[in-house]
């Protein structure tokens, strides 16, 4: 009789869940999920969120549910801070896990280059939270714009600045210009909101490098149309309350999002392990860390070098770790070599707007409508196993057929007792607002 | 040529939004609709965003998209501070607004009978916020029971106390009941969650005390089979951190939630009027302040006593008294005399849980499933007009179905930079947990 084996998978992504997957087939294996949040999120459209076109929920699952039913499988909700590789111990608030098998996945953080001050002024978008924080500063900023008398404060709130010219910045840049344009033309009685400036900020030669050059121009076009100014070879030297500042220059801005940079997961550089690039670890073609067999690094966290570069950190690329793991470790567990991953390449696609979109893969390169219908195909594809996959679809129809969007709510940034404490002051003490609302 | 008369509506709730709706009928008319929030709230549903059945979004409306393309309103997101009614002014931080006729709005809050520290133990039930805080307490407490050693401590945490037995305390507690007993069910390795002991306190006689005894008792006998504890004649004498206590007896119980009293609008002190029970703002027959007959107060806001009654804060007596101003504005424009206000009783309904409700109109009563059935199409009538009615319903149909919670997600409490800032300490603090953590 085999001894069951206890692997612990950190981090509830696209690789983890597709590790968890693979390894609950074998019922030799005990498998423990820990994630920090109790959700699986579509990160690919989490941009809708930010944008208003989707609710959270219809792009977030519950990591239990997932795996609701899995015998095999364990969920914990809770934060990692450490990994005892000796001791085979993987380290939280409350409690040690042991482990045979470790399979860490936990994804990237953003990235300031340094500049920590720069966050609260310029929300980036990795988490649900950012998302509504984002949702909440471009809807407000609307609101005050229309009720602002001073001309020169009103251009202020009405211009957005997106850092950072990859697929995140592109979609966001793109989705500001739907919106002004689109969503709230008709609903605001003392601003046009067509007249919104959307500045992309790139401090490359040009936006989406890892496009061809002409893909890339198609998709400038495509953002111009919807209103995009895009600033390339530009770098951003400082960001505030009022705007942003570029070496000499200055734009007046009330609202700056942030798709320049992605760092690593906190926990990398609490474990003494080598990183790469980005501050990813550094792992062998098995996707193990040097010198930690059984310790396994998959996703946007590993730092993996196939044909001399690293592996972008895209969903794909998870997805396929998160399977691979599974199959070196029953390999191990019948005692049969492991093989070395292999990527397959699954092409790269990023979306302008509506029905614009560009697509690169093998070679073929496509944009516009056929760009954006494949975009679609492939996203619905992606989204099934997710429950609201058909209320996505309902929900996209009508925002494309009406121009609406439905998740223009904002809720206050964190709930807190609104009654005044007179006597008990100190039992319930109110929130104090950020240094970015006060300054 | 008549000149153009300015109306002011405090608040977007039911009754605000349909007097805009009435008096946008009438092109001599400017009105102009306050809101600290963006949107509508189908406050009704409210409880299925606290219990993870429905999204934010799906219950809540931008009253900008209401009003989309209405030539002669104009919406303005701002909080109101007072009315100087001398001047005929609506004071808000960033303007005042002049007015010919106001209608006041506000609608009610969480009323915690003075024990003002309460409110961060026990939230209510008013807003989206409170609504997403409510969910997040209730999903956190499961997942932290899964993952405690120690019995008592998991006990306290599967412990849920309802404060109140009103149809807001029925709903949540129900919902409780099934969210414990069904969805959660097949989730959790190390508890099992249809043990979760859900408690509901009222201070009276009986719950529901609006309802006749008998429908009372049906809804006390539903809510025990869902597992609900019901303890009437019972006075909360202190909520913290680790509970409840009552008198002499104490529930360790990590969730409570209050639905016990409803006050006034934070304005309602600020007026130098005079304030029925619960400081509803008294109005005259024709729903004016007494002395000011320009200034009309509807919903429950409002203290309008009818045969020896004041009319309860119920949806439909806002609706009914929003178009009621209307029309008192539109004879007062014709040099007509105006009305006084006669409500129309369309009976009174609670849910209790899973096709399950009661119904009590003009003498008849209801219970059960016809009840539950008519509940669900007077709820989808009065949605009509919500974009997202559709969604509702297949939503619906769907967690009826399968016993899912679509909405299971829990974001983090206000969203705050997540990069620790060290040479610039200053200036991104990071916010401190409120006192209900940290004790």
Redesign the interface.
């Given at each position: 009789m085999s001894q069951k084996k206890n692997v612990i998978v950190v981090g509830g992504g696209f690789g983890g869940i597709n590790a968890v997957k693979s390894l609950s087939k074998n019922p030799d294996l005990d498998i423990t999920l820990i994630d920090r949040?109790?959700?699986h999120l579509f990160q690919p459209l989490l941009y809708q969120v930010a944008m208003a076109a989707l609710?959270?929920?219809?792009i977030?699952v519950?990591i239990?549910?997932i795996f609701?039913?899995y015998r095999n499988v364990?969920?914990?909700?809770?934060n990692v801070l450490g990994v005892n590789f000796d001791k085979k111990l993987v380290q939280t608030k409350?409690?040690d896990f042991q482990y045979d098998y470790l399979v860490l996945a936990c994804g990237a953080?953003?990235c300031?280059f340094g500049n920590?001050?720069w966050?609260?002024f310029a929300?980036g978008l990795k988490s649900?939270?950012?998302a509504?924080?984002i949702r909440r500063r471009v809807?407000?900023a609307f609101?005050?714009a229309?009720?602002?008398?001073d001309p020169e404060k009103q251009k202020q709130l009405l211009t957005f600045v997106v850092v950072g010219g990859g697929p995140t910045g592109i979609e966001l840049a793109g989705a500001l210009g739907e919106i002004s344009r689109y969503t709230?033309s008709?609903?605001?009685?003392?601003i046009d909101s067509r007249r919104t400036r959307i500045i992309l900020i790139e401090a490359g030669e040009r936006i989406l490098p890892s496009f061809s050059p002409e893909l890339s121009g198609k998709a400038s076009r495509g953002l111009e149309k919807l209103g995009v100014t895009i600033w390339t070879k530009t770098k951003v030297t400082g960001i505030d309350q009022e705007g942003v500042t570029l070496k000499n220059e200055r734009i007046l801005a009330k609202t700056v999002l942030w798709a320049a940079g992605i760092g690593p997961a906190d926990l990398n550089e609490k474990l003494s392990v080598e990183l790469g690039s980005q501050n990813r670890i550094r792992v062998n073609s098995d996707l193990t860390i040097p010198g930690q067999s059984n310790v396994f690094v998959i996703g946007d966290q590993a730092y993996f070098v196939e044909n001399g570069n690293a592996l972008p950190g895209l969903a794909p690329v998870a997805i396929q770790q998160g399977k691979f793991v599974a199959k070196n470790i029953f390999a191990d567990m019948k005692q049969k070599p492991r093989k070395p991953f292999k990527y397959l390449d699954k092409g790269i696609m990023a979306t302008i707007g509506r029905a614009d979109a560009i697509v690169q893969f093998a070679g073929m390169k496509l944009n516009g409508f056929i760009a954006w219908a494949i975009w679609l195909f492939v996203h619905i594809f992606y989204l099934i196993g997710f429950?609201?996959r058909?209320?996505i679809i309902?929900?996209w129809g009508?925002s494309y057929l009406t121009f609406?969007r439905?998740?223009?709510?904002?809720?206050?940034?964190?709930?807190?007792?609104?009654?005044?404490?007179?006597?008990?002051k100190?039992?319930?003490?109110s929130?104090?607002k950020?240094?970015?609302k006060k300054?």
């Open positions: 949040r109790n959700h609710s959270p929920a219809e977030a519950p239990r549910s609701s039913g364990d969920i914990v909700m809770g409350f409690r953080m953003n300031y920590v001050g966050e609260g929300p649900l939270e950012e509504i924080e809807l407000t609101e005050k229309d009720r602002e008398e709230l008709r609903d605001f009685r003392h429950r609201n058909m209320i309902f929900q009508w609406r439905g998740a223009r709510i904002i809720t206050i940034r964190g709930w807190k007792p609104l009654l005044k404490a007179n006597a008990r100190k039992s319930v003490p929130r104090k950020t240094a970015a300054k």
